[in-house]
């Protein structure tokens, strides 16, 4: 699957784009608190969370890039579908991020990856998505709205970063049928569903 929108191009993430990818992870880790892992990542650490994500299945990343010939195809961002809790019964539930390069906030590129992922799950044994938003993530808080999340509640103080406690609300969508596509521009960067980005409560 590959998807091209003008200078954007997106499609599943592959070994080559580990390290594009662990340097726009960390730079979430080390300036914010979009996402509650503390410490940088090195690309082989970061190598199996890669390899959870097949180019088939619930479990989905994708990665939108400069098409070729533009900056040399730069990451601009990218969007994952991870398991929302690793007991069985929670199989058909999956935790949803997004995160974009600070610089390629404004463009669309958050809705395009989101577009990409939900039409990609479409025909999967999915039945809900979940999206984690650390606050306040105003932008992040209007992207999963405009596809269909709704605030299932907050949970106040949940993580500690920065020498500060930090809230995360909570959104869900249902999956399946009438799932919705949004369009327009991201309001602001980071924007993690699940964790991810605006919204991040694990590792991307």
Known sequence: MSLECGEVQVRPGIEADLVALTELYNHYV???AITFDT?????EERRPWLLSHPEDGPH?????????????GRLLGYATTSPFRPKPAYRTSVETTVYLAPEAT???VGTLLYKALFE?????????AYAGIALPNPGSAALHARFGFRHVGTFAEVGHKFGRYWDVAWYEKELGSGQ??????ELGSGQ???SGQGK???SG
């Not at 410490?39 to 690309?43: L, M």
């Open 30 to 32: 080390r300036e914010t």
């Open 39 to 43: 410490e940088p990542f090195t690309p």
């Open 60 to 72: 989905r990343l994708l990665v939108a890039r400069e098409s070729a010939g533009a900056r040399q």
């Open 106 to 108: 404004g463009r669309g």
């Open 120 to 128: 990609a799950l479409e025909g999967e044994d999915v039945h809900r």
């Open 180 to 185: 919705g596509l949004g369009s327009g521009e």
């Open 192 to 194: 993690e569903l699940g």
């Open 200 to 202: 991040d409560l694990g």
